[in-house]
Each structure stands twice: as structure tokens, then as C-alpha cells.
């Protein structure tokens, strides 16, 4: 096990390489618009996870994902080259679910305001159920008497 920090720092670096290398050494044309988003290691920094997200359609983000798949080796070895480490980590891709998480909150955030002006129109035109004032007051007490 190691310390956290030195994995994620770690983490931060093989994600600034994958990313240089999916934009400039890549040349595989099913590869998509790709952001990547984060990587994270495993405590004994053998496994690397490299989340990222596709711009387009459901179509084009299995493209993407078949063609990241077809190059983990190349990343692999640069990773392996540009950070020097004992043994380089194995690299997993996995679509970041980030966007649509982001789409879903959006849509109940619409819901809820939709709700709450519905509501409020509602409680615009509202009247009493009852009297006014259905409080008995002084002056009607001794009026009455």
C-alpha cells in the first residue's frame, strides 16, 4: 500500500498523459470528441481507472469506446515511459456517467420550479375557508351581551 497523496498525484499525471496521447499519438478514426476526465489508481497502484466523457451520439461513444479499448497498450507504454514508476499499471476505460447524472438533476430541478409556480399562481387567487377574522374579539363579546 501506498500513500494516498502519491496516488493521486499520480493519478493527476496518467491523466494529463492519456490525454496528450488520445489527442496527439491516437490516429484512430472512431475515436470520438473525448474529454478525460479523472483516473484513479488502485492503493497498490497496479490497476489505473481512466474515466472520460464523449460528446455526440450513443453511436459514436461505442465507437469511442471500441477505439480506446484497441489502444490500451500504446497508452499503457506511455504512461509506463513518462512516469518512470517500477511497474506500470494496467489501464481500464470506463465512460464517465457525469453528464448524464448532470442531464437527470437538471431535469428534476425544471420539475420542481415548474411545481413551485404552480403553486404560488395557486396561492395568488387563494381565499380564506372561513371568516375573515375567525378569531372572536372583545368588542364582539360585549356587543353580544
Do not use: W
Not at 496521447?21 to 489505473?48: C, M, N, Q
Not at 453511436?59 to 513518462?82: H, P, Q
Not at 470506463?94 to 404552480?118: F, S, T
Amino acid at each position: 500500500m501506498v500513500d494516498a497523496a502519491r496516488a493521486r498525484r499520480l493519478g493527476e499525471r496518467i491523466q494529463e498523459i492519456v490525454a496528450e496521447t488520445l489527442e496527439l499519438k491516437i490516429k484512430d478514426p472512431r475515436l470520438g470528441f473525448i474529454t478525460v476526465t479523472a483516473a484513479r489508481l488502485s492503493p497498490d497502484l497496479r490497476d489505473a481507472t481512466v474515466f472520460y466523457t464523449v460528446f455526440g451520439t450513443e453511436e459514436e461513444a461505442i465507437e469511442t469506446a471500441a477505439a480506446l479499448e484497441s489502444s490500451r497498450g500504446l497508452v499503457r507504454s506511455e504512461i509506463g515511459k513518462r512516469t518512470g514508476i517500477k511497474f506500470t499499471p494496467t489501464v481500464e476505460f470506463i465512460r464517465d456517467a457525469l453528464p448524464e447524472n448532470v442531464r437527470a438533476i437538471d431535469d428534476l430541478l425544471r420539475e420542481a420550479k415548474q411545481a413551485d409556480a404552480q403553486i404560488s399562481a395557486q396561492a395568488a387567487t387563494a381565499t380564506f375557508a372561513g371568516d375573515a377574522d375567525p378569531y372572536r374579539s372583545n368588542e364582539d363579546a360585549q356587543g353580544s351581551e
